[in-house]
DNA sequence: CAGGTCTTTCACGACCTGTTCACGGCCGGG
DNA sequence: CCCGGCCGTGAACAGGTCGTGAAAGACCTG
């Protein structure tokens, strides 16, 4: 059950509660101030089931219309987000970046028990 | 609607769950991080139904083209997918070399047990 | 208008990727 | 033995992708 589990229009995943009707998001239980566009892409993550959103599809579903190539758009709001999440749940992390695929939204703790750091 | 949770697109092989529409790879429930290289070339394997591939069909299928005499491209890739899958999954071996004819892809305990307890 | 907030764009740098080399082990044939 | 083909593996390299702080616009509100 930390798989994200939609009811209504209510998500929650983790230790946050997001009311997409409302405008809405509680992270453990303290509200959150996002603007239209990071909530957005918050919700748009949030309903993706765990699994990689490609960032396409984000801007499509978040900003509407086709992304251009260059535009740097998602990478500044996905900053601005993981920011305002971490800052208010630390030692979680909900954001996840798969070069080349797109971004997948978990939450799994930041704190490396077992340290796989070996990339290449 | 969100179109993400497709059962045709999931193949599961042991402790390996691969959705190929989403680009993720989950090993024992935790998400692996792979390059778009790896995640083909595992796809790839993974879609042969535990048979062996040769070298020059899965270049085809994953790289596109002809393999050119002197591509290592699929060696290094192979080893690349051998260690995360090794470090996500230890004493679990995935893909086989098979000298002279190419790789197969299937489960097999990395050490080898000549008992019939054996389940698979 | 003036000030504040939200968005987009820019610039720089760190990290990631795919490809190619280089070296060495394994193995079967001459 | 020695050689040559085949594969494992570490490393170098060039280019691409992404993270991030800050500037430049847009917008909204009184």
């Given amino acids: 059950m930390d798989a994200a ?12 509660e997001i009311r997409a009707a409302d405008g809405l998001v509680l992270a453990g239980g303290r509200a959150l101030t996002l603007s239209v566009r990071e ?11 765990g699994g ?15 992304l251009r190539t260059g535009d740097r758009s998602i990478d500044v709001y996905i900053h601005k987000l993981r920011v305002k999440l971490e800052e ?9 970046t798969h070069v080349g695929f ?19």
Avoid: K, M
Avoid at 39 to 49: D, E, I, N, P
Avoid at 88 to 96: E, G, K, Q, Y
């Fill in 5 to 16: 589990q939609r009811h209504d229009d209510v998500i929650r995943i983790g230790a946050l």
């Fill in 39 to 49: 909530f957005g892409l918050l919700v748009a993550l949030a309903r993706s089931g």
């Fill in 52 to 66: 990689i959103v490609r960032r396409e599809d984000l801007y499509e579903r978040v900003w509407g219309g086709e």
């Fill in 88 to 96: 208010a749940l630390t030692d979680w992390r909900f954001i996840h």
């Fill in 102 to 120: 797109g971004y997948r939204f978990a939450p799994e703790p930041s704190h490396p028990f077992h340290n796989a750091a070996t990339n290449r």
